[in-house]
């Protein structure tokens, strides 16, 4: 119930820890979700933890509730003290039951959260089937050496992370902005912009490759020599002194 930032993100990352882990309903302040959701890292491994039914979001109307866990057996109140994050907790019968009754119909008049990201899974195994095993595996590498991935269009978003990992691997334009859209990453059009970006900071270059019938087709190519001498767990910190 109306956990921090720092508690949601907590949440993601120990859950998705879990061989096993118990159904999670999650009642949050809908701009904090949001805030959070801003970060591809933990908003895709939500959706994963969403698609295999163990996490269930929705917003609160206001922000103004508690922060606290409840379960039948126990509430705990949440308290954030810099970075950590600890909890009081109580497990007094008649004060957990009519907690859980309250909260639970809070619960059930709140509205579902629409998470936009597709689960990390998902784009993992479709990005290995529709444009090979090595440009996932890269992008996975990329991925594991950033703490966050927001779309804030500064530093290196999903979009961006694609497109780098696809000039590193010679892909066409066309091919990952296709399987991108698919995914449910970002339209065709966000990734034709962000790779203009790109281009005219100098990060990425092309080259046109003919095709049978219509305009040729853009390979993407990197562009600045520091990005091709750079391995995979360099990429992120190489890619974001240069946009800097």
Do not use: C, H
């Not at 409840?70 to 970075?83: C, H, K, Q, R, Y």
């Not at 990425?204 to 095709?211: A, F, L, M, S, Y």
Request: charge should be negative; hydrophobic fraction near 40%.
């Amino acid at each position: 119930m109306n956990p921090s930032a720092d508690a949601i993100e907590e949440l993601i990352d120990v859950a998705g820890g879990i061989s096993e882990p118990p159904r999670i309903r999650l009642l949050g302040d809908e701009s904090t979700l949001k805030g959070v959701m801003s970060d591809f890292i933990l908003a895709s491994n939500a959706a994963d933890l969403i698609d295999e039914e163990t996490l269930e979001l929705r917003a609160l109307a206001d922000g103004s509730e508690n922060s606290l866990l409840i379960s039948p057996n126990e509430v705990v109140a949440l308290i954030n003290v810099g970075d950590t994050v600890a909890g009081l907790t109580t497990d007094d019968e008649e004060f957990v039951s009519l907690a859980y009754d309250s909260y639970t119909t809070t619960w059930e008049e709140a509205e579902t959260f629409n998470l936009r990201t597709p689960p990390l899974s998902r784009v993992r195994s479709t990005l290995a089937e529709d444009i090979g095993e090595p440009v996932e595996a890269d992008f996975t590498g990329v991925l594991d050496s950033l703490q966050t991935a927001r779309g804030d269009g500064d530093g290196l978003d999903e979009v961006t992370i694609s497109l780098l990992i696809a000039a590193k691997n010679e892909v066409l334009l066309y091919d990952i902005s296709k399987w991108g859209e698919d995914v449910g990453i970002a339209s065709k059009a966000t990734f034709s912009r962000t790779k203009t970006r790109l281009e005219d900071m100098g990060l990425i270059d092309t080259e046109k490759v003919p095709i049978d019938v219509g305009r040729p087709r853009l390979r993407l190519k990197f562009g600045d020599e520091r990005l091709r001498e750079a391995n995979t767990d360099q990429l992120a910190s190489v890619a974001q002194n240069l946009l800097n």
